[in-house]
């Protein structure tokens, strides 16, 4: 009897420890050994976060989210703004075009996924692991797809900017959520076809990810560091209403969306299944999908805040 009461103290005291340990992790631990960002790499951001914000606008000369920073987009330079209603079911999600003559700059900016668009959905579920491979590592399928027919539709309007502009104008991609990693993977193939763009440099290419998906393998996240920036707002292990919990769950889109369970069971299943997991053999995997390219994290490094 008191064998079996002392292991079930055993039992106990291990599950409160992995409670505690997981509830009051904070997402400043992910990165609190890595050096601050430099002042000239995060100027760009606020900027392409306006560019995304723009496509959600109905009224740019009146926009509901203010502008920060003294950054305001002028209406008359948007060169194409697309909504549902002009793109064919489960292409791509709405974007715009957008020339930023002030900081010489050719912006391409795709909206977030639509909780409500069937059409999002399509895009995002059209992935099992593993099936896309590309540039030498895997992606996500239905974000390959997306860009590329984006890249097809628009390419010709890319190219012409900035022929007519001057070689002094850089190429950027803006997306947030769904969209940036439809934008990261449309960098990677402006990169790899240049010459098609007027042969613009590669220093030339930004690609500003926020809140990205988890589109691509970890040899092509690091490959294009220097191209693509991702943004990612603090998370805990509690996944705070207002923090990006998609670039740190391990869990495939796919699987998140398509669940028949509750999001936070199912997280919480998730959650208990890769504690057991190495972090080695996760690493190993070379079809497991990370965030992309260069990571910048915004935290606030306070305990249970």
Known sequence: MSVSCGLECVLCLGCSRWAWKRLTYVGAYDSETWPP???????????????VLAVYEEDLANPRYAPTGGYRMDPSEVVKRVPYDQIPDGCCPPYLIYVDRQHKEV?????????IRESDYKVLLDNRLGQQMFDGGFVHHGLLQAAT????????????????????????FAG??????????????????????????????????????RCMSLNLAVKYADVIYSVILQASACLR????????????????????????????????????????????????????GRMYHIVERKFCR
């Open 37 to 51: 960002a430099a002042a000239e790499d995060v100027e760009p951001i606020p900027r392409a976060c306006r560019a």
């Open 107 to 115: 912006i391409l900016a795709v909206r977030g996924l639509n909780l």
């Open 149 to 172: 027919w984006l890249l097809n539709h628009e390419g010709d309007t890319l190219r012409d900017l900035l022929c007519k502009l001057g070689p002094e104008y850089k190429l950027v």
């Open 176 to 213: 947030h959520s769904l969209g940036s990693g439809i934008a990261a993977l449309m960098t990677i193939i402006v990169v790899n076809h240049r010459n098609e763009f007027g042969g613009i440099p590669r220093n030339q290419i930004r690609c500003y990810a926020i809140a990205p998906a």
């Open 241 to 292: 209403l207002f923090d990006d919990f998609l670039p740190r769950t391990p869990t495939p889109l796919e699987h998140i969306f398509g669940s028949i369970f509750c999001l936070p069971c199912f997280l919480f299943l998730v959650c208990l299944r890769d504690t057991f997991i190495p972090e080695k053999r996760k690493l190993r995997d070379p079809r497991r999908l990370y965030a992309p």
